[in-house]
């Protein structure tokens, strides 16, 4: 799959009459990811216009990524940017930049900052509780007929194709902790094949609920966290989205602390069966893994430029962990489903 054109912000100037806006918009790039997110402003408005990479999403995979988002916002507690259409109406816009097609689409500006950036501010049993409601509401969603989205199992995860790239290309990877790491992942693929996908643990979910993708204003009286960046949403199991609560803090000391509020906010929601607890420290080791993948197919991604040396050589140690030290994340696995 081939990144972001170096001259990406062309293509966002472009859209630009598209929303309506004038030459005297200013923009200014907000996240450089899978996509390039810019704020756009004049002297009447400001909206969130995003550039996607070639060849990741189709305009019907976006249509329903936006079409999900808005019934969530509509629909359930979750707040969520509002989609703004082009001025024709389309909900995704294509724009030709020296022979290149990407495709553009714009949301409502949130303020604040991300909860990456005031973590302080944010609960996770907020999170939980909110991640929650996303799943309630995907599991009664009568969908549109055409909706698309991406499926994030084993396969496109972990398997030879997979969608982020291969782990075992990452960098710093030592023979010792690749085998580690690929001992991890048969018995991880051996568990969720015996988990199984049915529909009360497998159905649309955010895919990447992070604090960097959770805005909130820290200046307000009652800061409300507000859920962006889609881009990822699709189908999978629910328990991938508490692995993306703690996405890049796995090996901390406190995540055993941070996911067990997190069940504490999802339960008081929607309730978890034992077995499904059992299964947290298989979802938070993939979700690392994931992500390992990720840093190796990344490398010009914001995310990817912030992430410690010593990250990959963590993902084989939290792996052994995962195999050989039963007490890992025990107090969250023994949790009753009522608590």
Known sequence: MPGLPPDHRAFAEKALPLYGFGPSTTLRLLSLSENATYLAEDHARRLVVRVHRPGYHSVEAIRSEL??????????????PTPVAA???????????????????????????????????????????????????????????????????????????????????????????????????????????????????????????????????????????????????????????????????????GTEDLIDAWLRGYTAVRPLPDDHLTMIPTFVLLRRIHLTAWVASHSDADAALGIADDFVSGTASLARRYLDDPSWLQHVTTRTSAA
């Open 67 to 80: 079409r999900w988002m808005a019934a969530l916002g509509a629909e359930t507690p979750v707040s969520t």
């Open 87 to 253: 001025v024709d109406g389309a909900e995704v816009v294509e724009v030709t930049v020296d022979g290149l097609t990407l495709l553009v689409d714009a949301v409502t500006v949130v303020s604040g900052c991300t909860a990456e950036e005031a973590s302080h501010v944010v609960d996770f049993a907020t999170i939980g509780a909110i991640t929650a409601h996303l799943h309630e509401h995907s599991s009664r969603w009568p969908a549109p007929a055409d909706f698309v989205r991406f499926t994030w199992d084993v396969e496109t995860m972990l398997g030879p194709e997979a969608r982020w790239g291969q782990w075992r290309k990452a960098p710093g990877l030592s023979p010792e902790d690749c085998a580690d790491i690929d001992r991890a992942v048969r018995v991880i693929t051996d568990r969720l094949t015996d988990f199984g996908t049915g529909p009360d643990r497998f159905g649309l979910v955010h895919a990447d609920l992070r604090l960097a993708n959770l805005m909130v204003d820290p200046h307000a009286d009652l800061p409300a966290i507000t859920v962006i960046d889609f881009d990822d949403c699709g189908w999978s199991w629910h328990l991938a989205d508490l692995g993306s609560a703690v996405s890049w803090v796995e090996h901390e000391p």
